[in-house]
C-alpha cells in the first residue's frame, strides 16, 4: 500500500507546488479594487492615492479606491471581509474598525482577527487638538480652564464613532475631568470643515489632514498626543509637556485583504509596499504626511492589531465611550 500511495502523493505535491507557482506568476492579472472605509479627503484617503499609484506603477495592473464610509468604518471594512480572498480587494485597514469596534461595537458584521489577514503595517501618526483661530484658548492649560468654566459651550468633532478623533477626545475628557460632547461625523473631512468654519471649536485631529490648515493659519494647534513632538510641528508641545503626563494616543494603518488569501498573494502585496517605501521620493512624500514610514512584516501588523485591540478596548471601557 506504501509502494502505491507514495509516487501519487509526490506528483501531487508536484502538482500543488506547480500550481502554487503558476498562482504566484499570475498574481495580477485584472484590476484591484482598493477599499477606503471612510469618506474622501481624510488621512485614510491620502494615503490610498498615494499608493495608489505606487502599486499600480509595481504590480502593473490598475488600482482602483473605492471609499466605502459608514458606521465608523465597520461598513467598507465588513465589504473586504466578505470578499473572495483573491487578492482583488485590499483594505486601507484603520484602528478604528479594527482595534476599537470590537470594544464600542455590542455586534459587528465581521471580527478583525478571523476574517481579515495582515498584510503591512503603514502609517502610526499623532493627532493634534486643534481649535479654530477665533478660540480664546493660546495653549492647553487656557484651553481646559475655558472648558471647565463653560462646559456646555463645548463639543468636539471626529471622523465617526471609534475613530482615533473619538477615543483622543473622550480620553481627554477622562482625563481633564470634565465632558465635551462628542460629534461625529461620516469622515475627517466634514468634520474638520465644521471646525475651519467654527461650527464646532475643538477637533483632535490625525496630523496629516490638518497640518496644512495649521501651515496657513486656518486652525491653532495646542498640542501633539504622542510622546514626542512632532517633526512637523517642532514648536508645538506634547500633552503630557503640557500638564496631562503619560498622556498618549497614536492612530495606525495598514493592509489588510479578505482571510484565506493565499500566503504567497499576502507576502507578494507586502513585499511591494515595503519596496514602495524604500524609495527615496516616494518616502518624502508620505513623511510629508506627518507619518514615519513603518512597513515590516504581515506578522508584525497582526501582533500590533492583538495588542491595540486590547489596549484601546480598555480605552473604551474606562472612559464610557459610547456609540452616539
Not at 63 to 84: F, H, L, P, Q
Amino acid at each position: 500500500m506504501k509502494g502505491k500511495l507514495g509516487p501519487a502523493c509526490a506528483v501531487l505535491m508536484l502538482t500543488l507546488a506547480a500550481n502554487g507557482m503558476a498562482h504566484a506568476e499570475a498574481y495580477p492579472s485584472k484590476p484591484i479594487h482598493f477599499v477606503v472605509p471612510y469618506p474622501p479627503g481624510g488621512p485614510t484617503d491620502l494615503m490610498a492615492r498615494l499608493l495608489q499609484a505606487s502599486l499600480q506603477s509595481r504590480l502593473g495592473v490598475p488600482v482602483v479606491v473605492e471609499n466605502r464610509a459608514g458606521a465608523g468604518g465597520n461598513i467598507g471594512t465588513d465589504s473586504v471581509a466578505k470578499a473572495a480572498p483573491d487578492g482583488y480587494t485590499i483594505l486601507l485597514a484603520a484602528s478604528g474598525p479594527m482595534a476599537v469596534n470590537p470594544t464600542l461595537y455590542k455586534r459587528l458584521p465581521y471580527n478583525p482577527q478571523t476574517d481579515l489577514a495582515p498584510v503591512i503595517q503603514i502609517s502610526a501618526f499623532p493627532l493634534v487638538l486643534e481649535v479654530h483661530p477665533g478660540n480664546s484658548a493660546k495653549d492647553v492649560k487656557s484651553f481646559i480652564a475655558s472648558v471647565r468654566n463653560k462646559p456646555g459651550d463645548y463639543s468636539f468633532a471626529s471622523a465617526g464613532n471609534g475613530t482615533p478623533q473619538h477615543l483622543a477626545g473622550e480620553l481627554f475628557n477622562s482625563e481633564v475631568v470634565t465632558k465635551m460632547q462628542h460629534v461625529a461625523y461620516k469622515g475627517a473631512g466634514p468634520a474638520l470643515n465644521d471646525v475651519l468654519g467654527g461650527q464646532v471649536p475643538v477637533m483632535f485631529d490625525i496630523l496629516a489632514s490638518s497640518l496644512p490648515y495649521i501651515k496657513s493659519g486656518k486652525l491653532r494647534p495646542l498640542a501633539i498626543t504622542t510622546k514626542t513632538r512632532a517633526p512637523a510641528l517642532p514648536d508645538v508641545p506634547t500633552l503630557a509637556e503640557s500638564g496631562l503626563a503619560g498622556f498618549e494616543f497614536v492612530a495606525w494603518h495598514g493592509i489588510a485583504v479578505p482571510a484565506s488569501t493565499p500566503r504567497d498573494i499576502v507576502v507578494k502585496l507586502n513585499s511591494v509596499i515595503n519596496a514602495s517605501f524604500k524609495d527615496p521620493e516616494f518616502r518624502k512624500r508620505w513623511e510629508a504626511m506627518g507619518t514615519p514610514v513603518v512597513g515590516g512584516t504581515p506578522e508584525a501588523f497582526g501582533a500590533l492589531i492583538r495588542s491595540e485591540t486590547t489596549r484601546l478596548g480598555k480605552i473604551v471601557r474606562d472612559t464610557g465611550a459610547t456609540v452616539d
